[in-house]
């Protein structure tokens, strides 16, 4: 094994991926020669050529509309959005062709297209370099939406995702790029797409996150231990589909649960796992529905205090923690 970063470990399964299947491209703003804005493509145009490795023109609805047209003619494209915040565009191509090309043609079409996006704050990004989009895309059928938090799952997640024959929005949170390093098996596999993973075992409180929000939950969860509060930890690892299972599960053993995520607190995906929650679990619970997300604002701000102020972080995870506790 290699101790690999997100990006690292990214590369490697990109790398896998298309030497394994020739019909594999990447298309999207910089990724040739360049390597992407993150390096998240760097070394494969060299190695694959400008006919495997596409550097696009700044429209991202012709990225995510040539990818679409590539993959019901036999090729299975890879498209980058540079910046999540910029898919918007590609909105349409996203959600009233991607998503519904297999239900359209009655299973005689599919879509085996990954877009792949980087998303999330914590990074000084300002408004347009900082926002949470899984909601937006979670809420579709037809879609598949993965968010890895940690380099291993990042490996196995986006060879699963290229390897499904159906649309997956992959997204990529900008501050676990390399914000940690990890034993990665140097061979290709996969982790399943819409299994969760229970990160840490415990008994008094539920939390649920995905994204760079499990590594903050996990450190309230330390911080929590320490206090005599035993935390269990899910890492949702894809939003659609949702392991309902594991969740359920999880709050029937605890009573008490708390959701974290980035984007804003009203609509966030976390809202709908409350809801999940609320309906099959309610005789489970000791205590309300919790959840620490960003506030209502229109955007994540640039200024670093007040973007500290919009995150969600590990003594907002763990004060949350306290008051289930002792509630």
């Known amino acids: 094994m290699s101790q690999l970063n997100m990006v690292e470990a990214l590369r490697q399964a990109l790398d896998q991926e298309m030497e394994r299947d020739k019909r594999i491209v990447i298309m999207g703003e910089d990724v040739g020669a360049k390597g992407g804005v993150f390096l998240v493509t760097d070394g494969l145009y060299k190695k694959y050529g400008d006919q495997r490795v596409i550097d696009t023109p700044l429209a991202e609805s012709l990225i995510v509309g040539l990818a679409i047209g590539a993959s019901i003619n036999g090729l299975i494209p890879i498209a980058e959005i540079q910046?999540?915040?910029?898919?918007?565009?590609?909105?349409?191509?996203?959600?009233?062709?991607?998503?519904?090309?297999?239900?359209?043609?009655?299973?005689?079409?599919?879509?085996?297209?990954?877009?792949?996006?980087?998303?999330?704050?914590?990074?000084?990004?300002?408004?347009?370099?900082?926002?949470?989009?899984?909601?937006?895309?979670?809420?579709?059928?037809?879609?598949?939406?993965?968010?890895?938090?940690?380099?291993?799952?990042?490996?196995?997640?986006?060879?699963?995702?290229?390897?499904?024959?159906?649309?997956?929005?992959?997204?990529?949170?900008?501050?676990?790029?390399?914000?940690?390093?990890?034993?990665?098996?140097?061979?290709?596999?996969?982790?399943?797409?819409?299994?969760?993973?229970?990160?840490?075992?415990?008994?008094?409180?539920?939390?649920?996150?995905?994204?760079?929000?499990?590594?903050?939950?996990?450190?309230?969860?330390?911080?929590?231990?320490?206090?005599?509060?035993?935390?269990?930890?899910?890492?949702?690892?894809?939003?659609s589909p949702l392991d309902k299972a594991t969740i359920l599960d999880s709050v029937r053993k605890t009573g008490k649960v708390a959701i974290v995520y980035e984007d804003n607190l009203t609509g966030g995906f976390g809202a709908e796992i409350a809801a999940i929650i609320s309906e099959h679990c309610f005789e489970y619970l000791d205590a309300p529905i919790k959840r620490i997300a960003g506030p209502d604002i229109p955007a994540m701000p640039f200024n670093h205090i007040q973007e500290n102020f919009y995150m969600p972080n590990t003594d907002k995870v763990y004060a949350i923690i306290e008051e289930l506790a002792k509630y």
């Open 83 to 239: 910046f999540a915040d910029f898919i918007y565009p590609a909105f349409d191509q996203i959600v009233n062709e991607a998503a519904k090309i297999r239900y359209r043609s009655n299973n005689a079409f599919h879509c085996p297209i990954v877009i792949r996006a980087p998303f999330g704050g914590g990074v000084h990004g300002g408004l347009y370099h900082s926002q949470s989009v899984e909601s937006f895309f979670g809420h579709v059928p037809g879609l598949k939406v993965v968010v890895p938090s940690n380099p291993y799952d990042a490996k196995g997640l986006l060879a699963a995702s290229i390897r499904d024959p159906d649309p997956v929005i992959f997204l990529e949170h900008k501050k676990l790029y390399r914000l940690l390093r990890e034993e990665v098996p140097e061979e290709s596999y996969t982790v399943p797409i819409g299994k969760a993973n229970i990160v840490r075992d415990g008994d008094d409180v539920s939390l649920i996150a995905w994204g760079l929000m499990v590594r903050y939950a996990l450190e309230a969860a330390d911080k929590a231990q320490a206090n005599g509060i035993s935390v269990e930890v899910i890492d949702v690892r894809t939003i």
